[in-house]
Nanobody
Framework: VQLAESGGGLVQAGGSLRLSCAAS????????QGWFRQAPGKEREFVAA????????FYADSVKGRFTVSRDTAKNTLYLQMNSLKPEDTAVYYC????????????????WGQGSQVTVSS
């Protein structure tokens, strides 16, 4: 499966963006699906994930209550709705696919998109 993110951009603090991750090649929902982000000079960090079985959502504490992960299986697309954005949310956001198991560490994922820049101005 190949993944392609879209929807990033520049937004003021308090604003919203929705990222999309379109999958091609295989059915994306056969995998655990996650969002990660990486700011300059920092490690890639977990943002949110949704499981293959049961569609259970998981979130990093830093985004809980502000971000929502969802998917549209008919469109083979994963989404990340980001509300109440803060300057510290500025990063390149990546979607990824993993086999069932741990969802919150990058090493669990073996298919990655190219990333989408999100910049939040204060």
């Amino acid at each position: 499966v190949q993944l392609a993110e879209s929807g990033g951009g520049l937004v003021q603090a308090g604003g919203s963006l929705r990222l999309s991750c379109a999958a091609s090649g295989r059915t994306f929902s056969n995998y655990n699906q996650g969002w990660f982000r990486q700011a300059p000079g920092k490690e890639r960090e977990f943002v949110a994930a949704i499981t293959r079985i049961g569609s259970t959502a998981f979130y990093a504490d830093s985004v809980k209550g502000r971000f929502t992960v969802s998917r549209d299986t008919a469109k083979n697309t994963l989404y990340l709705q980001m509300n109440s954005l803060k300057p510290e949310d500025t990063a390149v956001y990546y979607c990824a696919a993993a086999a069932p198991g741990t969802v919150n560490i990058p090493s669990a994922y073996y298919i990655w998109g190219q990333g989408s820049q999100v910049t939040v101005s204060s």
